[in-house]
């Protein structure tokens, strides 16, 4: 199963309307450090405030009519659940997600805002999921994954399409639905592009699972990358294999590395969660070093503004 450029192109259409074609806007500050123009692909803009939607819609606009009457469920480690939950209410359709504790009070109730029923299980997205295989057996309900699904990954890589053809991407990698629809693209139109997936050092299932050659768990941990934690998926078929042939290097960042790009992006004004923040903590850090125009993906603002608060104070 895999995803390809016309599949991009055919959801683009699809979603047309239903979500915001985000801006782009340079980083003034990394580019007169770095000498090369940075730009932030402002996702986080997204009307849910997540690149998540792209996905969720398009899943959802793909589904036919049986199948939404009886209802659609994911796990979520809360972006993914916003998005469906929106997606769902905006096209009258039953949504249930399922979260694990560690998925922040904010997210949760966020989902609670938009009418979707809020199951909470376990201490782990590999839990969560155990309980949406429950609601498919038992109610017959439609499951629309937050990553390893084609609608979801051709979704997420509308994304691509918006960039044009920088030198690099550097993309948040979690699940591996945003790295691998974003690569698909950019990949089809500039093969040249690095694209560069990033995440935390600790409970990396996709790195982890790249590095191991097949899907792999890993321990679940807390992280200010909280959105980018969670399991692939044992029997993943779309997202590992597009990731391990697409992504051109997955890094590694640590909390301090995180948090810095937090407060770097605040200063400029731009208010994301700590995914989001993985592009500009890598440039900051060294490393990756940019040798051309060189686009961050801002994937969400879904942080906790006490937090994010915290985290701001810390450079005084």
């Known amino acids: 199963m895999t995803v390809t450029l016309d599949d991009i192109r055919a959801a683009a259409e699809r979603?047309?309307?239903?979500?915001?074609?985000?801006?782009?806007?340079?980083?003034?500050?990394?580019?007169?450090?770095?000498?090369?123009?940075?730009?932030?692909?402002?996702?986080?803009?997204?009307?849910t405030g997540a690149f998540k939607l792209r996905g969720a819609t398009n899943a959802i606009l793909s589904l036919p009519p049986a199948a939404l009457a009886r209802g659609v469920v994911t796990a979520s480690t809360g972006n993914h659940g916003r998005?469906?939950?929106?997606?769902?209410?905006a096209l009258d359709v039953p949504a249930t997600v399922c979260l694990s504790r560690l998925v922040p009070e904010n997210k949760v109730q966020a989902i609670r805002d938009l009418g979707a029923a809020v199951r909470i299980t376990g201490a782990s997205q590999d839990e969560a999921m155990q309980e949406v295989a429950r609601a498919v057996a038992q109610q017959g309900m439609t499951e629309i994954p937050p990553f390893d699904h084609q609608a979801v990954v051709a979704g997420q890589g509308t994304i691509g399409l918006e960039i044009g053809t920088p030198e690099a991407v550097l993309v948040p990698l979690s699940?591996?639905?945003?790295?691998?629809g974003i690569a698909v693209a950019v990949k089809a139109l500039s093969p040249g592009t690095r694209v560069i997936g990033l995440t935390m050092e600790n409970g990396a299932a996709m790195a982890a699972s790249l590095a191991a050659g097949r899907p792999v768990e890993v321990a679940e941990t807390a992280s200010l990358a909280d959105s980018l934690g969670g399991g692939i998926g044992l029997q993943n078929r779309v997202t590992f294999p597009l990731c391990r042939d697409?992504?051109?290097?997955?890094?590694?960042?640590?909390?301090?590395?995180?948090?810095?790009?937090i407060r770097h992006l605040g200063r400029a004004g731009h208010v994301v969660e700590?995914?989001?923040?993985?592009?500009?903590?890598?440039?900051?850090?060294?490393?990756?070093?940019?040798?051309?125009?060189?686009?961050?993906?801002?994937?969400?603002?879904?942080?906790?503004?006490?937090?994010?608060?915290?985290?701001?104070?810390?450079?005084?």
Do not use: F
């Not at 699940?175 to 691998?180: N, R, S």
């Not at 903590?281 to 879904?302: D, E, H, M, Y």
């Open 274 to 316: 700590g995914a989001a923040s993985v592009g500009a903590a890598a440039l900051l850090a060294g490393k990756v070093v940019p040798q051309g125009p060189t686009v961050i993906i801002l994937s969400g603002a879904n942080i906790d503004p006490a937090l994010h608060a915290r985290i701001m104070a810390e450079a005084a």
């Open 83 to 89: 998005a469906l939950a929106h997606a769902a209410r």
């Open 175 to 180: 699940g591996g639905g945003l790295a691998a």
């Open 246 to 261: 697409l992504l051109d290097e997955v890094i590694l960042l640590t909390e301090a590395e995180i948090a810095q790009g």
């Open 15 to 47: 979603i047309r309307g239903h979500v915001v074609e985000t801006p782009l806007v340079r980083d003034e500050a990394l580019s007169a450090r770095l000498g090369q123009p940075v730009w932030l692909k402002c996702e986080y803009r997204q009307t």
